[in-house]
């Protein structure tokens, strides 16, 4: 069965600091890969998405993350996290099979203090 | 992107009691889902639910306990019923307007005593 491993549960960063989140998913075939944010009180959002192409991809509020293959990898980063960026993420793999049944990884809480 | 809503937005009920949970989206959609959240968890697919047909369980799921209509293109309920305290969870509705792109409600905090 296809799963999705986030390996830090929380992350507590100062503004400024680089923010790298890990994302291993298990699925030999082809994947589509998304990272969720809820920031406090608001809904889910997409962050940015990778179908195909390039496998850096760029998402919204200066965020991007690196599909690499070969490690079943899709890690996020930021390269200076703001204390608005305070919010949990997470890393969804959708493998098709007839409808797009998205899986989630368990989300990482990530606290900046100013 | 979609505007999703959902209503209640909470709620405290009894054990052996039935909640019913509405998702209204903005605009037409093929697809809905939901999804569970129980505490200190990631997201789960209950089911998927397509108008005109009959809601699709995933693995873990039964019709019995989590009942879903899909009335039209705009609209799905999802009941918990007969709930225990290990329903007490975050229940969201999502949808997928474009391919691979699915937008998600507020969610529904359930919390059973």
């Known amino acids: 069965a296809q799963s999705v491993s986030q390996h830090n549960h929380h992350v507590i960063l100062s503004e400024a600091a680089s923010l790298e989140l890990g994302c291993n998913y298990s699925y030999g075939g082809t994947v589509n890969l998304f990272w969720y944010v809820q920031y406090p009180g608001q809904h889910l959002q997409l962050l940015l998405k990778?179908?195909?192409?390039?496998?850096l991809v760029k998402g919204i509020k200066g965020f991007e993350a690196e599909f690499i293959k070969s490690k079943f990898s899709f890690n996020l980063r930021k390269p200076s996290v703001q204390w608005s960026d305070t919010a949990e993420y997470f890393c969804a793999v959708n493998a098709g099979r007839g409808y797009n049944k998205l899986i989630f990884g368990a989300g990482t809480r990530l606290a900046v203090h100013p | 992107s979609a505007v999703i809503s959902q209503k209640p937005s909470r709620d405290i009920c009894q054990r052996g009691t039935s909640l019913t949970i509405q998702c209204q989206v903005d605009s037409q959609v093929t697809m809905m889902f939901w999804y569970r959240q129980q505490p200190g968890q990631s997201l789960t697919l209950i089911a998927t639910?397509?108008?005109?047909?009959?809601?699709?369980?995933e693995s873990g799921f039964v019709i019995d306990k989590f009942p879903i209509s899909r009335p039209n293109l705009t609209f799905s309920t999802l009941t918990v019923s007969n709930m225990s305290p290990e329903d007490s969870s975050i229940y969201l509705c999502?949808?997928?307007?474009?391919?691979?792109?699915?937008?998600f409600g507020p969610g529904t905090r359930l919390t059973v005593l």
């Open positions: 999502s949808v997928e307007p474009a391919i691979n792109e699915q937008f």
């Open positions: 990778y179908f195909s192409g390039d496998p």
């Open positions: 639910a397509n108008q005109g047909s009959e809601a699709t369980y």
